[in-house]
């Protein structure tokens, strides 16, 4: 049941409780999921190295949900209530996550109306997200400095369930500098692989599969 992150072993303890992979299997399991239990210690490390607030974001349709959360500890952070709707296109987690979507899925997202991957709808620039993209497909994360919020900053990696599907993403917001973005970004992609590998997710096939469709 671990094998297909049907069940989550507790780090900490000797207790299980239902896992990811139950994600493709019902979505009326999915939203009874204890998030915070199964992502908490991810998202603590990724608070921690990075002194910003974690997140974790579920795909909903046209919609990412913020479902559990870690702040930074700090006097003064960036913080999202648990339960807040962004859209799937919108900046730093848009971007990561329509980066390692499907082609056919890719092209369906792009062709909506309104598109929020550089804040205002009336912002948005085409080459500027196809070069995004190959970025994010290379690093492993997108990043939004300012542009839907200014001063709150984002870096964004995909996330990954036990079948391969992209599922949603987990993220920082904070208030760091431009130059933390290496740094921070590869915290961002390293603890997200290991979040999506504890799924059961193949981070060889997911993580990499852009890259080999284009050589091939």
Sequence with gaps: LQKYGLVHKDPLGKTYSLGFGLISLSRKVLDSLNYEAIAGPYLKKLADQTHSTALLGIIDNANVFVVAKQEADQTIGVTTRIGHRFSITHGAHGKAIVSFLPEDAQEKILQQNRLFFHGNASKFNIRRLENEIKQCNKDGYAADMGELNP???VI????????GSLFGSMFIMG???ESYIPEYGSVVSNISKQFSSMLGADISQT???KRLEEKG
């Design 207 to 209: 993580y990499g599969r």
């Design 156 to 163: 964004a990696s995909p996330l990954f369930d036990s079948q």
């Design 175 to 177: 208030t760091f500098s």
């Design 151 to 153: 001063g709150i900053n």
